[in-house]
């Protein structure tokens, strides 16, 4: 498979002269092309400051990460802004939709800012809509939404501008086990059917159990990976409980039994 992301010897520092943490400790590995990679690993351990670093809204202390032949770390703040609008899209936990518009409004948002006849927008987010499963709530608001709905809305929008990357930051942690359970089948439909790599920062079992291939994280380093390959579903997410038990670390609330 072609590698579209390569990050190569990546550091991470925070703090002043005085007290300094590392974060992240000469880093490297590949992504591919239609990957859909997960990355586990205790708190404290670098996921999420990893993640920040690929979504190019932090900067690396030294190393560099490319996409394709595009080195992310050498470009300045106009650029990097110019990049993220172009190739990547983002789902959080806590899903930053606007209250003040519809569910269909905040996905029309995306399109807007980037220009294009009404038109043409409104097909674009009739197309996610109907994708996400959510044509039916397309007129309500967010808080007239349940959890799960509010996040597949977060996941059209990110997906509006067409993204080479999707990143995913605990995108099931504020939801139930049956949302968790849609929202993951989503992504996977996503990987399967457009080819969207996904590049998902996880403390849940369960979730990365959806993910193709697995980095488990410790100070800063991957320690451990896993490759799911042709492996069920359920073998694969007792290979990653078997890994977090070794290491002491959490299976996650959704992890105890496969739905």
């Known amino acids: 498979m072609e590698h579209y992301i390569r990050i190569c010897d990546i550091d991470k520092y925070y703090g002043n002269a005085s007290q300094v943490t590392k974060a992240i400790d000469r880093l490297s590995f590949s992504v591919s092309r239609g990957e859909f990679v997960g990355v586990m690993g205790a708190s404290g351990s670098g996921k999420t400051t990893l993640l920040h670093l690929l979504a190019a809204i932090d900067r690396v202390s030294a190393g560099h990460i490319f996409y394709e032949n ?139 159990s959806y993910c193709s291939r697995i980095l488990f994280l410790r100070d800063g380093k991957i320690f451990h990976e896993l490759l799911r390959g042709e492996k069920p579903r359920r073998r694969f997410l007792q290979e990653i409980l078997d890994v977090l038990s070794f290491t002491g670390g959490k299976a996650g609330e959704n992890s105890e039994e496969m739905r």
Request: proline content about 2%.
């Open 70 to 208: 595009t080195d992310i770390t050498e470009l300045s703040e106009d650029d990097l802004a110019e990049f993220r609008k172009n190739n990547l899209g983002f789902v959080f936990q806590d899903y930053n939709l606007l209250d003040t518009l519809t569910i269909e409004e905040n996905i029309s948002l995306a399109l807007t800012l980037r220009g294009g006849s009404r038109k043409n927008i409104r097909e674009a987010v009739a197309k996610l809509l109907k994708l996400l499963g959510i044509e039916e709530i397309r007129d309500k608001f967010p808080y007239q939404t349940s959890g799960g709905q509010k996040q597949r809305c977060a996941c059209a929008r990110a997906l509006a501008n067409n993204p080479k990357l999707l990143l995913a930051d605990e995108p099931t942690g504020a939801l139930d086990s049956l949302s968790s359970q849609t929202l993951l089948e989503t992504f996977t439909n996503l990987n399967d059917t457009l080819g969207t790599t996904i590049f998902m920062v996880t403390h849940d079992a369960f979730s990365a």
